[in-house]
């Protein structure tokens, strides 16, 4: 009896546990697949806003970069800025927005626009003065929680992106 009834708890274990590993998958794919919400688009365009009057008041002028959301960026980076012949685009990586969704609005927009914007005022042209003393000040006068000068997971590439 005993044995009977903990096969039917194995059973209903790894039932749930199936169906748990099924949504997930769902979840993922169709997040994969789909472009963004409503809301995290908004989301984003409000935060865009934010780092603009920012700018607006710590320097003078709110200038626009075209921010592109993307799941062709390779590996973990949360996002890069790139910079060819003056044309200068942001780029978020789509893939990891859905576990870091708060990390991208809070940090990750303000980091990129610090690129941009230096990059703009031609204050940075080569990579390794990306995470320079002056960025981090720029990244902070854009509103940016976290400007700290790691470099592991940002990126600015001085060329066109080597993707579509
Ligand atoms: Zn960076």
């Known amino acids: 009896m005993l044995k009977k009834r903990l096969e039917i708890f194995f059973i209903f274990m790894i039932i749930s546990a199936l169906t748990i590993l099924a949504y997930n998958f769902y979840k993922s794919y169709t997040f994969k697949h789909n472009p963004l919400s409503q809301k995290q688009r908004g989301a984003i365009q409000l935060k865009e806003q934010d780092v603009l009057k920012h700018m607006q008041k ?10 592109i959301v993307t799941d062709k960026i390779p590996g ?14 942001i780029y978020l990586n789509k893939k ?8 991208m609005l809070e940090s990750v927009i303000a980091h990129e ?7 703009k005022l031609g204050h940075s042209t080569n990579e390794k003065a990306g995470h320079s003393k002056e960025w981090q000040k720029t990244c902070q006068l854009l509103g ?7 470099v592991n997971q940002h990126e600015i590439i001085m060329s066109k992106m080597p993707f579509k």
């Open 113 to 119: 626009y610090a690129h941009a914007l230096l990059f």
């Open 58 to 67: 710590n320097f003078g002028f709110a200038y626009q970069f075209p921010l």
């Open 96 to 103: 990891v927005m859905q576990e870091s969704f708060p990390y």
């Open 76 to 89: 973990r980076l949360y996002g890069l800025t790139s910079y060819k012949d003056g044309e200068i685009k």
């Open 144 to 150: 940016g929680k976290d400007c700290r000068q790691y």
